[in-house]
């Protein structure tokens, strides 16, 4: 039976047969000892159409049976477990076609639910078990910076933010972005653009600020800061500072910052003063982001002035 055959029959009237025909083509599937690529395909083929047809029910059927099979279609438990985590669980403990990657990725896309399942995976990567303590606990995280731990009642915080960041970014880093013994190399327009793109697209702002840091060779709190910071007389150097198109610096505010272009008039302005940014200017301020990333920190208040910020708070 083809594809169309199947979305035809799901498009049918008699209820619950598209459930019917998702459930018996992935138990079929699953009693294979050794299924060939071909027939994975055609498992794709058949199921992918029926999805959107079918209930809740048959999707948390086929994902608790699939979270079981090492040779599962990679793009159906990829869908399932895109889903709420009440039906991906099974495949968040124990799919082994989901990567470090693919974990990361659900993290960011739908938080701390699909985290905790996560968490109960087996041999979970170490980065990834830290990512999730930061998400459960984040009164008590730290930042990274001189700022004091965010912790109401007093207690030390217990995970470093910025060593998380740092290891979940060398973890993402794709093959075009490394290089001999995993440093990074320098990436092209298209390439940093790319990057820049799909974390913004995340809607996850860490995710993003970390990959803004990297392209700029910047410390992660200045790259907050230009994100942050309201107007656009930071953020329009630093991506001028990259070459960007005007455009494509519009896609990116705009992913960043919903809402922010609520008319057309806000659109042409933002790329006004886009163009009339000067690349010689942009990367002089880029310049001087990177010397103070660079510069020794200094002590600005005196050793007890966080205790007592922390009490004041």
């Given at each position: 039976?083809?594809?169309?055959?199947?979305?035809?029959?799901?498009?049918?009237?008699?209820?619950?047969?598209?459930?019917?025909?998702?459930?018996?083509?992935?138990?079929?599937?699953?009693?294979?000892?050794?299924?060939?690529?071909?027939?994975?395909?055609?498992?794709?083929?058949?199921?992918?159409?029926?999805?959107?047809?079918?209930?809740?029910e048959a999707r948390r059927y086929v994902a608790a049976i699939l979270s079981?099979?090492?040779?599962?279609?990679?793009?159906?438990?990829?869908?399932?477990?895109?889903?709420?985590?009440?039906?991906?669980?099974?495949?968040?403990?124990?799919?082994?076609?989901?990567?470090?990657?693919?974990?990361?990725?659900?993290?960011?896309?739908?938080?701390?639910?699909?985290?905790?399942?996560?968490?109960?995976?087996?041999?979970?990567?170490?980065?990834?078990?830290?990512?999730?303590?930061?998400?459960?606990?984040?009164a008590v995280v730290r930042t990274g910076s001189d700022d004091p731990p965010?912790?109401?009642?007093?207690?030390?915080?217990?995970?470093?933010?910025?060593?998380?960041?740092?290891?979940?970014?060398?973890?993402?880093?794709?093959?075009?972005?490394?290089?001999?013994?995993?440093?990074?190399?320098?990436?092209?327009?298209?390439?940093?653009?790319?990057?820049?793109?799909?974390?913004?697209?995340?809607?996850?702002?860490?995710?993003?600020?970390?990959?803004?840091?990297?392209?700029?060779?910047?410390?992660?709190?200045?790259?907050?800061?230009?994100?942050?910071?309201?107007?656009?007389?930071?953020?329009?150097?630093?991506?001028?500072?990259?070459?960007?198109?005007?455009?494509?610096?519009?896609?990116?505010?705009?992913?960043?910052?919903?809402?922010?272009?609520?008319?057309?008039?806000?659109?042409?302005?933002?790329?006004?003063?886009?163009?009339?940014?000067?690349?010689?200017?942009?990367?002089?301020?880029?310049?001087?982001?990177?010397?103070?990333?660079?510069?020794?920190?200094?002590?600005?208040?005196?050793?007890?002035?966080?205790?007592?910020?922390?009490?004041?708070?």
């Open positions: 039976m083809s594809s169309s055959d199947f979305r035809q029959i799901a498009n049918g009237a008699e209820s619950g047969r598209a459930d019917r025909l998702f459930r018996a083509a992935v138990s079929a599937f699953c009693a294979l000892t050794r299924p060939s690529r071909r027939e994975i395909a055609q498992l794709e083929d058949l199921t992918l159409p029926l999805f959107d047809a079918v209930s809740v079981e099979i090492d040779h599962a279609p990679p793009e159906l438990v990829r869908r399932l477990s895109d889903e709420p985590v009440a039906i991906a669980a099974p495949l968040l403990i124990r799919s082994k076609l989901l990567c470090d990657i693919d974990l990361i990725r659900l993290i960011a896309r739908h938080g701390l639910p699909h985290a905790r399942a996560i968490a109960r995976r087996p041999d979970l990567n170490p980065t990834i078990a830290d990512l999730v303590k930061a998400l459960e606990r984040p965010r912790d109401p009642a007093g207690e030390a915080g217990k995970t470093d933010i910025e060593g998380i960041r740092q290891r979940l970014r060398g973890m993402m880093l794709s093959p075009q972005e490394t290089a001999g013994h995993g440093r990074p190399v320098p990436l092209d327009r298209a390439a940093m653009f790319d990057k820049l793109r799909s974390t913004a697209l995340t809607g996850r702002a860490a995710y993003f600020q970390t990959a803004l840091a990297d392209v700029l060779g910047i410390g992660f709190g200045k790259a907050r800061s230009i994100v942050e910071t309201a107007g656009f007389d930071e953020l329009i150097p630093a991506f001028r500072a990259l070459d960007l198109e005007a455009e494509q610096a519009f896609l990116l505010t705009a992913a960043i910052r919903p809402g922010t272009f609520a008319e057309i008039g806000d659109i042409k302005r933002f790329l006004d003063q886009y163009r009339l940014c000067r690349s010689e200017m942009a990367r002089e301020r880029l310049r001087s982001w990177k010397e103070a990333t660079s510069a020794p920190t200094r002590p600005d208040r005196p050793p007890q002035a966080g205790s007592q910020a922390l009490k004041a708070s």
